[in-house]
Nanobody
Framework: QVQLVESGGGLVQAGGSLRLSCAASGRTWMNYAMAWFRQAPGKEREFVAATRKSGGVTFYANSVRGRFIISSDNAKNTLYLQMNRLKPEDTAGYYC?????????????????????WGQGTQVTVSS
């Protein structure tokens, strides 16, 4: 089992920044695929960014590329999402996800159903 706990959400003005964290526990000797998804009220879950727990390759949704940065500190078993130049449309619950199939990240990174473990989420609200 893998447990994921997100933190760092909050209320920020448009143009501001936030950094989300996702602390992983359980099977930490393995190299997970890890990702951030988000879901706004009344909308479907949306892929945001993905990488491996060991770092390296990254993937981004077009809507956040150039503004958000995903990174991983393997020694701390923690995933981060640095969110810059935030927009009101970034308002959503942000969820951390992990898959034990790190080698398949390049194929399935954007598919929520591929991930095995999910955190409880953290709310990000961007005011205009």
């Amino acid at each position: 089992q893998v447990q994921l706990v997100e933190s760092g959400g909050g209320l920020v003005q448009a143009g501001g920044s936030l950094r989300l964290s996702c602390a992983a526990s359980g099977r930490t000797w393995m190299n997970y695929a890890m990702a951030w998804f988000r879901q706004a009220p009344g909308k479907e879950r949306e892929f945001v960014a993905a990488t491996r727990k060991s770092g390296g390759v990254t993937f981004y949704a077009n809507s956040v590329r150039g503004r958000f940065i995903i990174s991983s500190d393997n020694a701390k078993n923690t995933l981060y999402l640095q969110m810059n130049r935030l927009k009101p449309e970034d308002t959503a619950g942000y969820y951390c996800a992990a898959s034990l199939g790190a080698d398949q990240l390049g194929t399935y990174y954007y598919q929520g159903d591929w991930y095995d473990y999910w955190g409880q989420g953290t709310q990000v609200t961007v005011s205009s």
